[in-house]
């Protein structure tokens, strides 16, 4: 299969990586990034979640930065929303897509979001069908597509089953979630395969976290497979403070670097990518997570 001429990245940083983190970050902070990202050419940035503030404490403020943040035209904003009250805080916002996430390990979807999998499924349908009413698109997330941090091995058919689920509710994309990093490109591309077996590849979405290093790896397995949306996370945005050595997404400069290389177009302009990802790491007072940030910082070509 030739690789595809243009692909979509979803800079998911905003949301799945600042989740993450444990100290304060101001709102304004959050809405500059958000800004800056989509000055550099990003169409899609995930802003944050509507969920329970116990459990993700960072994300309480996300309808404050879906407030101030400036829309561009063209642009997609979304949030994560996992339930009905999840979703009405979301359209009180004026957010225009939302996602839904699944698991498809039973002990990863018990302490994500405190339900089974196929209770979680349930609790869905009311969202996807409000959301539809009211002319929001609904994308749907599978988390441990390639591995559990508590059960391990996570077989490519239960996978396809959850996705299956997700789309025929109603979901216009899956995200298949490797959120552990565990993942390798002969899995992926399997992975992709099964799944693909229900749903067209081109409603398929990447979402590698870089843990073991695989992911851009695994990204090119998936071009190889017909798959041209990748979620990614600016610098490398994310890794839970409590799991030693968890990382975040895969940084979004360091996969449109080897997307231009590939001479795929992405819209996105890596030098102010590049100077978004130095602005936030400045804020949080951390090490930036891209290879190719670190080396274009270093050379002085991010200007
Ligand atoms: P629960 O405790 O079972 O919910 O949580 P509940 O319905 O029993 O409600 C309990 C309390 O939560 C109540 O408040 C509700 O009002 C409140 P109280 O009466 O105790 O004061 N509540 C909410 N508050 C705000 N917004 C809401 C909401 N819903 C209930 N939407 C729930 C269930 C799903 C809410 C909870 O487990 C939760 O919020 N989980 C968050 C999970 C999360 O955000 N995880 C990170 C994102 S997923 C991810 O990172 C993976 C991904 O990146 C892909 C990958 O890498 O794999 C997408
Ligand atoms: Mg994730």
Redesign the pocket.
């Known amino acids: 299969m030739s690789l595809p001429k243009t692909v979509r990245l979803v800079d998911?940083g905003p949301?799945?990586g600042l989740?993450n983190e444990s100290q304060p970050i101001d709102i304004a902070d959050k809405v500059r990034l958000v800004d800056n990202l989509s000055a550099a050419g990003l169409s899609h940035i995930e802003v944050g979640?509507?969920?329970?503030?116990?459990?993700?404490p960072q994300?309480a403020g996300s309808a404050q930065v879906f407030a101030a943040i400036q829309r561009r035209s063209g642009v997609s904003y979304s949030a994560?929303?996992?339930?009905m009250?999840?979703l009405e805080?979301a359209l009180e916002a004026g957010v225009r897509e939302v996602?839904v996430?699944a698991?498809a390990s039973e002990a990863f979807s018990q302490r994500?979001?405190?339900?089974s999998i196929a209770e979680s499924i349930e609790r869905f349908a009311p969202v996807l069908e409000t959301a539809q009413q009211a002319g929001v698109r609904v994308r749907g997330?599978?988390?441990?597509?390639l591995g559990c941090p508590y059960q391990g091995e996570v077989s490519s058919e239960q996978v396809a089953i959850v996705a299956r689920e997700l789309y025929a509710m109603g979901c216009f994309e899956i995200?298949l979630?490797?959120?552990i990093g565990t993942g390798t490109p002969g899995k992926t591309r399997a992975l992709i395969e099964q799944v693909a077996t229900h749903i067209p590849r081109e409603q398929l979405a990447g979402?590698f976290?870089d843990t073991y290093g695989q992911a851009l790896a695994n990204i090119y397995a998936s071009l190889l497979e017909g798959v041209s949306v990748f979620?990614s996370s600016v610098a490398g945005l994310g890794g839970c403070p409590y799991a030693k050595g968890a990382t975040g997404?895969v940084a979004t400069e360091d996969v449109v670097y080897l997307l231009h290389g590939l001479d795929i177009n992405t819209g996105i302009d890596l030098p102010l990518l590049v100077q978004a990802g130095a602005r936030i790491n400045g804020v949080l007072g951390r090490e930036n997570g891209s290879r190719v940030a670190r080396a274009m910082l270093s050379a002085g070509t991010h200007t």
């Open positions: 998911v949301r799945d989740q979640s509507f969920v329970s503030p116990k459990w993700v994300m994560l929303t996992p339930n009250q999840g805080a996602a996430f698991a994500n979001i405190n339900c997330y599978i988390s441990c597509v995200s979630g490797d959120t979402h976290h979620d997404n």
